[in-house]
């Protein structure tokens, strides 16, 4: 999967056109062969341009905020960011008339360790939903499976998740990378910035770190799209996807099969309801 | 007449729903199956009152019935059915249940229809397919009734409706197999 | 050239000779390749649902595995109760597939049961795959004159959600095919009253009284004859006809043929073609119809000319 | 009718709390969120009827439901509480017309994860009690009660108080 | 700092007799907010609030909590004491020692006492957090928007503009009078539907109060109760009504004939044409899918005969704009079409109707001059079979629910049929004969026994046709035999359903519909004439089946609720309602989404301080908020709070104890 000389061009040709006026792509890192989220303004960067399976970051996260009301933006995105996107202009966050969006039908990028990365391995939407122009073939959607790591972890005692997680939890450093690298939290001041609320709870503990993780994922809950941009900043390398897909397969077991994003206008899946969910672990 | 008690697990209505698939519950008496139904006047019982019964869990009654063994299964009361409900489904729920607990209904008409049924499954299952005029035959023999329907039979020989000579599928051996396995299945599933 | 899987059912060896021969002389000037399942065995009919669950879905699934194997994309059947059998049984398998998986295992040795291959009557066929200008294109010798109802019988479009094959009340496409052919299709209101089928043998009383009702009817929408399209309907109304007019003391005279048989007839095959003598009920005389103007009911003149008087008052 | 729960005998072992032990006089705290048009009216209902109940429930009232924001529960369950009850109208008889529906979504997303990452099951429970169910608020109180008088005190988290 | 005042109630020995209330009181000074605990026997007498409203001037108290009854009981009457007492009275709170400790836990009296104390520590921690609150007035414009000119639309319209409100009433139709106007006779009574319903008719058209405007239709509804602006669309109807006389040379030359939907397609009108000679305005429209002129630009025949030059082919539809206070929707209803009954042989047989085909011809004013005839050959039917529940309570082809009103004018036709043709015969085939209501029951043992109807228990199975009779199939269950009638005419009891163009209807104006289309009720049972949007309300069959008398009442009803919501200048509601702080809000607008009652916007406003660009935000209508608080849990922001249960007040109730 090299779509390097392709988006170039097609990013020459928005700068040549006047349709844009910044561009978000991928460049190769200088010191290895990593890659990092690139946002050009000048056509003559467009050379330094790439696109790999290396190419892991989410840009729909460069979109917040608000950056498309005034300014217009080509941008690439492959199969999960372009659901984050679809969830940002359900909620108002961008512009369509304002975005040129690049769909990448992505193969699979990789992790660090050079391997599929999990979550595309697991990725049950590898083709654009929102696109201008589309680069690659689509495969179509795929069936969902529930994540290898939540399935391992359902099988352990109670009291052993629980020390897990507490170990999590303690690690955590409240840094708040995961809240700025993810596209979908853009809120204008964060639940747990607010010195009014009494959720936040300054101490950086694991109850601390507890709490404001799970209003985190409870926020993202219904919205996730699985990119892993989150885990990619985390400093601590803490596993968050766990939450985010623990909440995503029991929305997609419950919830007539919800899966965030994937179609146009889709709300998150605690915006809407359905007379037959499920009511039976009510007493 | 019909003492009823508390009906706490009606236990005959749960096994019936569950073996045809529809509830019997929605039935709400309206008839339409009975004024539909071709052989109603000639039921015990008519759909519309299996289904009361079987609500009041009435399960003797309707198993000594013979409305089951008359029902056609031409489906027509269920296409007209309000409440959706699969009568022909139901009928044979029952039909299933009383051959299960072994019921026999000494009624004739049934004796003969059970005979029928009986006649024409071990013919395919010998020859693995049906040959009519064997049949015809060999029901009259078992009913005792050897002169049924022997005047239509020159006639209908004469003019090759009813041929003479017959045929079998060449794996008949097949079908005996699938007879077996079939009914361990049955065996199984209980 | 279409290519067909066909599975002619018990009948069409036996009492339904007529319907399988001229079926096959119609399907070749339609141009259709029948290609008949090689092997096949008995669906099971009425007898196996009536007294086993497994044998009766084991029955028809033989006959399914075994026509997957043609390769053709569609099964057409005869006999309706084949069709209905054959058609329920795919159904309840496609939607149980743990209950297909098992049953599987008593025809293992025929193969793996896929449910990939649809299932039509020749009625469905005839009317959907083919369809009427291709029919009526091949007519060469108009039935105009002959006024005939069209019974479907129950299996043939009920349970709706099983055929999925035109209205379970009140069906029009045999109709329409009479038509096509230039026959006149009348009002029949008992098109798909049941005629005792499966009582054939061991509850004669109850076909006769049916079956009567039926003849009443059509007697009483005018038709010269009856177009069936399934071979229990024709052995019932046919063969027991003489006996419901002697026990009703009513004459009905009502020749009961197939719709291939008029097809066959219309597309221009000399008459020893249909088998007319194996007809208990004799043919000949409804046949002669055949030519015949069909004058306008006076009721409908004076109507008419009310109509017409009315309009040049206003 | 009346409903009494049993004193726990004896120590009780908690899966969240590996190795603690409870004193044999320890009472849970149960946090009860309940809606102003049903489930309240049905606990003044189980007032008013003199039907009992174990005392361990702290009764905070809200207009719906769908108010609740799953951090009371977490906020709880950090805090005062070894248990929560949130209860609401029965489907369909929400005064505001659909809010239970939203609240009954976001409460199955959220008792999975807590129970995902540690709490048992029955520490969060859901109930619909309507105003008429008197008898039924007692019912699933002296459950939940039961439930997590089982389970014992519940520590983790709560390492510092607030 | 926070100074509350804590007073404990004995209540008689409904508390004190569980709870040691003294001891609850000192535990209550122990908190360190509190300024003042004491306790008195009664707080609800009036000495007991004198005791409070002392208190709260002596120690200049900042909230009180009441430890008493249920808040439900008498948290009006503290509010009020502290109103007397010159505080806001929203900073109130009660803790609840009754219903939810004193009561419930009468073999305990420790724990009840442990657990007295910590509901007041949670009221006290929550007290602090209290904000004072004020009711929220909203001005009204004293006008009502009357939807649908039937009865129902008739009668709210008429007892609105009574109390001296105007009303604008929107008909669809050229005139009003709906479908009890192609009615002959009403159950139970039997009086003539005409000579009831006219009068009330001629009173809309002369009321000073009422604006008519027939023909036309409500293509937009903004705004919140009180402030609603509405757009109608006045159709064209190419005649001049305001020189038109009415005379009727225009319908009489018109040589275009169309059936007439009025008498159920029987007989034919023409293409310019009043309904129905009673219509009002009784003045004529040209039909426009059907006149040549309009069509082909020949004939004008109309122009030429009238007299007043009032035909004008040119008019065009025009949209008027009315600012008006609340809507009372009353579209009535349409009757269900058979044909899914193929075994009835619907469509084919020209001698099976509808009921309301068959009212129309024993309408004396009707088609067929009060007689019901064959539609086949002319004939005056002898045997004549009507049907019940035909698409009513039947799944399978129709719909689930009973409508009602069916039993009885089938009972009403059966009688009509024997005063029309003395020497015919009813068959009635039923599955139940449902018959409540004043005068009912009786007047189905008239139709039992005095006209001698024969009620067959049992739905008809199949209809077929023989010689020039059509054979009734169906079950009479209570002998257990399948009958057959020999019948002339077959009379379907058609289904009441909801108008088809309900559900655009209500989202025009954000209200809910059912699974049907009806409009639906706030509450089924307390609020059955408003819906969940305030000041919209709802009359006769638009909600559910009715029949005449329940849906005069229900638009009665109607009339008082717009004439209460209009008795002020301005509306009071409630303060506890949602508010958004505009700083946090992301505009992700899922609040929007999630309200039941539409009372979000949104709201554009500058990006920044003194920035010329705008953001979107989310903004409450406070005149439409009823303070449910979805809004407020899902909002991720935190940006919306709800007066009176905040984020902080409900957080210090979870961490008080």
């Not at chain 1, 979550?119 to 690659?136: A, H, L, R, S």
């Not at chain 3, 998986?101 to 025809?107: A, Q």
């Not at chain 5, 509190?34 to 007991?48: T, W």
């Not at chain 5, 009221?123 to 009865?151: D, F, M, Y």
């Amino acid at each position: 999967m090299d779509y390097s000389k392709k988006i170039q061009e097609i990013a020459s040709k928005l700068f040549a056109d006047n349709k844009i006026n910044y561009f978000v792509g991928y460049k190769q890192n200088s010191f290895d062969d990593s890659q990092v989220p690139f946002l050009i303004t000048d056509p003559a960067e467009i050379p330094k341009l790439v696109f790999t399976d290396r190419s892991v970051f989410n840009l729909a996260n460069y979109l917040k905020p608000d950056h498309t009301k005034r300014k217009r933006v080509g941008l690439v995105v492959k199969g999960c960011d372009s659901r984050a996107l679809n969830l940002m202009l359900t909620e108002s966050q961008v512009k369509r008339e304002n975005i040129y969006i690049i769909g990448i039908c992505c193969e699979g990028v990789l992790n660090e360790k050079g391997e599929k990365a999990q979550n595309c391995v697991e990725c049950v939407m590898p083709d654009p939903v929102v696109y201008d122009e589309m680069i690659g073939s689509p495969t179509g959607k795929r069936e969902y499976t529930i994540n290898a790591d939540i399935r391992e972890l359902a099988t352990k005692a109670l009291e052993e998740r629980a020390d897990y997680f507490e170990s999590i939890f303690e690690n955590c450093i409240r840094c708040n990378a995961c809240r700025h690298s993810c596209p979908l939290c853009y809120c204008a001041k964060c639940c747990i910035d607010q010195e009014t609320s009494t959720l936040y709870h300054g101490a950086n503990t694991s109850s601390g770190a507890m709490h404001a993780l799970m209003t985190w994922s409870l926020h993202l809950a219904g919205r996730c799209v699985d990119c892993r941009n989150c885990e990619k900043a985390c400093p601590s390398h803490l596993p968050l996807h766990l939450l985010h897909k623990q909440n995503e397969s029991v929305i997609y077991e419950n919830f007539q099969q919800h899966l965030a994003g994937m179609e146009k206008d889709d709300r998150g899946a605690f915006y809407k309801y359905s007379l037959s969910d499920p009511d039976d672990f009510i007493l | 007449m019909i003492t009823l008690g508390l009906l706490e697990k009606n236990t005959f209505l749960e096994a019936v729903n569950k073996k045809s698939g529809t509830n019997v519950l929605e039935c709400y008496q309206c008839g339409k199956c009975v004024s539909t139904c071709p052989v109603s006047g000639y039921m015990d019982f008519p759909p519309r009152e299996i289904m009361q019964m079987i609500k009041l869990g009435l399960k003797e009654e309707c198993y000594m019935a013979n409305s089951m063994w008359f029902c056609l299964t031409c489906s027509a009361c269920s296409g007209r059915c309000p409440r959706e409900i699969d009568v022909p489904a139901v009928m044979e729920a029952i039909r299933h249940l009383a051959i299960e607990e072994n019921y026999r209904s000494e009624n004739k008409k049934v004796k003969d229809i059970r005979k029928f049924h009986d006649i024409f499954l071990d013919m395919i299952k010998r020859y693995g397919r049906n040959y009519e005029l064997r049949m015809m035959a060999e029901f009259n023999i078992r009913t005792r009734n050897l002169f049924k329907d022997m005047h239509l039979a020159p006639k209908a020989l004469l003019k090759g409706k009813i041929p003479i000579g017959h045929e079998s599928t060449k794996s008949a051996k097949a079908i005996q197999k699938m007879y077996k396995l079939a009914e361990k299945l049955e065996k199984d599933m209980k | 050239m279409n290519k067909l899987t066909y599975f002619p059912g018990c009948s069409a060896h036996g009492t339904s000779e007529e319907f399988d021969h001229t079926l096959k002389l119609v399907m070749q000037t339609l141009d259709v390749q029948m290609e008949e399942i090689p092997d096949w065995n008995c669906c099971g009919a009425t007898s196996a649902h009536v007294m086993t669950e497994n044998l009766a879905l084991a029955l028809p699934m033989r006959n399914l595995v075994l026509a997957e194997r043609l390769e053709n994309k569609t099964m057409g059947i005869a006999c309706a109760s084949c069709y209905s059998r054959m058609k329920g049984t795919k159904k309840h398998l496609d939607e149980n597939p743990e209950l297909a998986r098992r049953i599987n295992t008593t025809v293992i040795d025929e193969g793996e049961y896929k449910g990939t291959i649809d299932i039509k009557s020749m009625l469905q066929y005839c009317y959907e795959e083919i369809g009427l200008e291709t029919i009526k294109s091949k007519v060469t010798k108009s039935l105009s004159g002959l006024k005939v109802a069209c019974y479907y019988g129950c299996l043939l479009t009920r349970p709706k959600d099983i055929t999925l094959f035109d209205s379970p009340e009140y069906p029009m496409s045999m109709d329409l095919l009479m038509e096509a052919l230039g026959a006149k299709a009348m009002e029949f209101d008992f098109k798909t009253e049941c005629c005792g089928a499966s009582f054939s043998i061991s509850n004669t009383e109850v076909v006769e009284s049916l079956s009567g009702k039926i003849l009443e009817v059509a007697k009483e929408s005018g038709a010269h004859l009856i177009v069936v399209a399934c071979p229990l309907c024709q052995s019932n109304l046919d063969m027991r006809q003489p006996d419901i007019e002697k026990h009703t003391g009513r004459k009905f005279d009502l020749p009961v043929m197939y719709f291939t048989q008029l097809m066959a007839l219309a597309f221009g095959y000399p008459e020893k073609e249909l088998k007319l003598p194996k007809h208990i009920v004799s043919v000949e005389a409804a046949l002669k119809h055949i030519g015949e103007a069909i004058p306008e009911p006076e009721k409908v003149k004076k109507i008419k000319k009310a109509v017409e008087a009315e309009s040049e008052v206003e | 009718m009346e409903t009494e729960v049993k004193e726990t005998q004896g120590k009780i072992f908690s899966a969240e709390n590996p190795g603690i032990t409870a004193p044999t006089d320890w009472q849970p705290v149960i946090m009860g969120i309940l809606c102003n048009w049903c489930s309240y009216a049905g606990s003044d209902l189980t007032g008013t009827s003199r039907i009992q109940y174990p005392p361990n429930i702290r009764i905070i009232r809200v207009p719906c439901s769908s108010r609740v924001d799953p951090w009371f529960i977490i906020k709880s369950l950090q805090t005062t509480a070894d248990g929560v009850l949130i209860s609401g109208c029965h489907p369909g008889d929400c005064h505001y017309i659909s809010g239970n529906y939203y609240a009954r979504r976001r409460f199955l997303v959220t008792k999975k994860l807590l129970n995902f990452i540690g709490y048992h099951e029955n520490r969060i429970q859901f109930s619909w009690v309507s105003a008429a169910e008197g008898p039924k608020f007692a019912k699933v109180v002296a459950k939940v009660t039961e439930d997590i008088k089982k389970l014992g005190p519940l520590h983790r988290y709560k390492k510092e108080n607030f | 700092m926070a100074r509350v005042g804590v007073f404990v109630c004995f209540c008689g020995a409904n508390i004190a007799g569980v709870i040691d209330v003294p001891a609850v009181v000192q535990e209550a000074k122990k908190i360190k907010e509190v300024k003042i605990s004491i306790e008195y026997k009664y707080l609800c007498s009036d000495p007991g609030q004198q005791i409070i409203r002392e208190a709260i001037v002596q120690n200049r108290l900042t909230s009180v909590v009441v430890a008493a009854c249920s808040p439900r009981m008498h948290e009006k009457t503290f509010r009020k004491a502290l109103l007397d007492a010159g505080m806001n009275p929203y900073l109130l709170e009660i803790a609840n020692i009754r219903e939810h400790s004193s009561w419930v836990h009468q073999k305990d009296k420790k724990a009840a006492t442990e657990k007295a104390s910590d509901l007041i520590r949670m009221a006290v921690a929550k007290s602090i957090a209290n904000e004072q609150l004020h009711e929220i007035s909203v001005p009204v414009t004293k006008r009502a928007l009357v939807i649908g000119g039937g009865i129902a639309g008739i009668q709210a319209a008429l007892d609105i503009a009574d109390a001296r409100i105007p009303v604008t009433l929107v008909e669809k139709s050229p005139s009003i009078g709906g479908r009890m106007a192609q009615l002959d006779e009403t159950f139970p009574t039997l009086d003539c539907s005409q000579c009831i319903l006219t009068p009330k008719m001629v009173d809309v058209a002369s009321h000073p109060y009422i604006e008519l405007i027939p023909y036309s239709e409500v293509i937009e509804l903004q705004g919140y109760v009180g402030n609603y602006k509405a757009k109608i669309k006045k159709k064209a109807s190419y005649v001049d009504f305001s020189s038109c006389t009415g005379c009727g040379a225009c319908t009489q030359k018109c040589p275009v004939k169309v059936p007439n939907e009025f008498n159920m397609n029987i007989d034919k009108r023409k293409a310019i044409y009043t309904p129905f000679p009673q219509a009002v305005p009784n003045k004529p429209v040209i039909d426009a899918e059907h006149c040549t002129m309009l069509l082909k630009g020949k004939c004008g025949i109309c122009a030429k005969v009238c007299e007043k030059g009032s035909i004008n082919f040119k008019m065009v539809d025009e949209v008027i704009e009315r600012e008006i206070g609340a809507v009372v929707i009353a579209t009535g209803y349409d009757l269900w079409d058979p044909k899914p009954y193929e075994e009835y042989g619907v469509g084919r047989y020209k001698d099976i109707i509808t009921s309301l085909e068959f009212e129309r011809m024993v309408s004396a004013s009707g088609p067929t001059n009060g007689v019901p005839v064959r539609p086949s050959d002319g004939k005056v039917p002898k045997n004549v079979v009507f049907i019940k529940c035909i698409g009513s309570r039947d799944e399978a082809k129709g719909i689930e629910y009973c409508s009602k009103i069916c039993c009885m004018y089938t009972a009403k036709h059966a009688i009509l049929l024997h005063h029309k043709v003395p020497d015919s015969h009813a068959y009635i085939f039923y599955m139940d004969i449902r018959a409540a209501g004043k005068g009912y029951e009786e007047f189905v043992k008239r139709a039992q026994v005095e006209t001698a109807a024969t009620y067959l228990r049992g739905r008809v199975s199949k209809i077929y046709k023989k010689g020039d009779k059509l054979m009734v199939r169906g079950e009479d269950a209570q002998i257990g035999q399948v009958v057959e009638v020999e019948a002339d005419l077959v009379v379907l009891a058609t289904a009441v359903i909801a108008p088809k163009d309900n559900p655009a209807l209500a989202r025009l104006l954000g209200v809910s519909y059912d699974k049907y289309g009806y409009i639906s009720e706030a509450h089924p049972k307390l609020r059955p004439v408003e819906t969940a949007k305030a000041g919209i309300f709802l009359a006769g069959c638009t909600q559910a089946p009715k029949d005449i008398p329940d849906t005069v009442a229900q638009a009665s009803a109607c009339a008082a609720k717009v004439c209460g919501l209009f008795a002020g200048d301005t509306m009071k509601k409630d303060p506890m309602i949602s508010t958004i702080n505009n700083e946090f809000c992301s505009g992700c607008l899922n609040c929007i989404k999630v309200c039941p009652y539409q009372a979000i916007v949104t709201e554009e406003i500058p990006l920044g301080h003194g920035s010329k660009e705008i953001r979107t935000v989310a903004k409450i209508n406070e005149g439409v908020c009823q303070g449910c608080g979805s809004c407020v849990a899902i909002c991720r922001s935190m940006a919306i709070s709800l007066a009176g249960f905040t984020d902080p007040q409900i957080i210090n109730e979870i961490v008080a104890i």
